[in-house]
Structure formats: structure tokens, C-alpha cells
């Protein structure tokens, strides 16, 4: 009868690691997958607009409240005063009230492509949720999009491979935000543990628990 029950518990384990595994797999491949599909991209040798939207209105919005234009240089130069950073934009952090529409012009002084790329933008707007411009090195590109009533702080960055991690980081706040984002050179401080509110994490925690249970199973069987 041990032994049965032991056997059953090894097959309920290996299962159970199966599904989490395939799980964690697709939401690793979902959380990625916004930067391999975009729709609404304009692309030539200049660099790449995504999602510009200069008169669609989202959800709660009656009007455009506002118009702002931000023009944000970007390059090394602008890493100088911050330690341990590389690249940087010239301004690290934009106010603006809700339902506005923001006109942002990037002007890339370095010789590689730099992104200013926004997340957290409602998704039946905008797909994956983004706002993007790309200029390639020594150009510029403009575009605009309209933000959402929410008092939010939305995240930007550079998605060139470690561009973001050396220091190309910024964030936007509407309506006053909801926040300041953590490390963002000159704005706000390094990064802080956050509450555990990760589907991985919470999938980490559960497969643990289960193997602990499963363990106790097994040594009481033996007894």
C-alpha cells in the first residue's frame, strides 16, 4: 500500500512539473512576444514609427485636452553625470494631464539606433500596448500618440540590447502618475523588491509547496 501510494505521488509530481514548466514557457514567450509583433509600423533606412495615433480617442476620453511636444535627444552624452550608466536622454521624465496628445521627436546624437519605446497603453488602441519611435544614428523621427484618462506612470526605455540597463530610461506621468518608477538616472532611486504579484513567482511558490507535500507523503510512507 506504501509503495502504491509512493508511486502515485512520484507520476502526481512529474505531472504537475510538467504543466508548470509548459505554463511558464508560454508566459515567458507571451511577455516577449510584444516586441516581435507590432502592427501600424512605418519603417525605412531613417528608423520606425509604431502605433502613432494623432486623433483616435481612448476609453474616457471626450476630447484632447491638451497638446504637448517633447523633443528628446539621445546618446552617450547625456550619461556623462550619472555614474555607471552609458546612454541616456536628455529628459528623463514627462508631465502631462490625461486625455492629451504628446508629439514626441527623437533626435539620436549618436552614431547607433536608439528607441524611445512607451508601455502600458491600452491595447485595443494600441497593439501590444506600446508607443515606439526608432531613429537610426544621427537622425530623427517624429510621432504622436493620445494618453489614456487613468492617473498613470508609464515606463519608458530604449529596447536596443542593454541600452535600458545602462541607463536609457525615463518615465511619463499622467495626471499627476501613480508613482515614480525605480532607477531612472537623476529621477528616483535603484530598484526595490517588489510585492510578489509575478504569475512566475506565484508558480515558483506552488511548485514548491507541492513538493514539500509530496515529500511529506513519501517519508510517511516509508514508516
Known sequence: MNRWLFNKSVVMAK????????????????????????????????????NHNPDELPIGC????????????????????????TFGYSQREFEVEPC???TITLDNKDQVRHQWMLHGLPRYLYPQGMFSLEAAGGETRTA????????????????ITQHMEKGMKAQLKVGGGSGDLWSI?????????PP????????????MAITSFLCVV??????
Not at 516586441?35 to 525605412?44: F, G
Not at 538616472?185 to 523588491?193: E, I, L, T, Y
Not at 510578489?196 to 511548485?207: D, R
Open 15 to 50: 505531472a504537475v512539473l510538467l504543466m508548470l514548466s509548459l505554463l511558464s514557457a508560454y508566459v515567458v514567450q507571451a511577455q516577449h512576444a510584444g516586441h516581435e509583433q507590432h502592427s501600424a509600423m512605418s519603417l525605412d533606412t531613417k528608423g520606425m514609427t509604431m
Open 144 to 159: 504622436s500618440f493620445i494618453v489614456p484618462s487613468d492617473k498613470q506612470t508609464y515606463l519608458v526605455h530604449c529596447d
Open 185 to 193: 538616472a537623476g529621477v528616483s532611486g535603484g530598484f526595490k523588491q
Open 62 to 85: 471626450a476630447k484632447i485636452n491638451r497638446e504637448y511636444e517633447f523633443t528628446v535627444s539621445a546618446g552617450v552624452d547625456f550619461a556623462s553625470e550619472f555614474p555607471g550608466t
Open 100 to 102: 492629451s496628445l504628446v
Open 196 to 207: 510578489i504579484n509575478n504569475l512566475l513567482a506565484w508558480l515558483l511558490i506552488i511548485t
Open 218 to 223: 513519501y517519508w510517511r510512507g516509508q514508516d
